[in-house]
């Protein structure tokens, strides 16, 4: 199992979302956790993006002004997510 763990310090700049997609392509990643998200929602089209690496569970805590948030996701064919819980 592959994980990819990132403080991606903002998830607002075109090259960094190409470059977290690369990354979930180029190794294989099962499960990631990226920090420091700063954004507050996603649609389902830039998670679908973001997961053509296989089919992802996504899960996000939005950040609260300019810091913070949290975006986890795990490949559906090789986990199974039972809960998501924040707090």
């Known amino acids: 199992m592959n994980c990819l763990f990132w403080n991606i310090r903002g998830m607002g700049k075109p090259a960094r979302v190409r470059q977290l997609k690369e990354l979930l392509i180029q190794h294989q990643i099962d499960m990631v956790g990226v920090q420091e998200i700063i954004k507050q929602d996603f649609t389902p089209r830039e998670l679908d993006n973001l997961s053509s690496a296989g089919f992802f569970n996504w899960h996000w805590i939005a950040s609260k002004g300019h810091s913070g ?19």
């Open 69 to 87: 948030g949290i975006l986890m996701g795990v490949r559906e064919d090789i986990l199974e997510v039972e809960n998501w819980e924040s707090g």
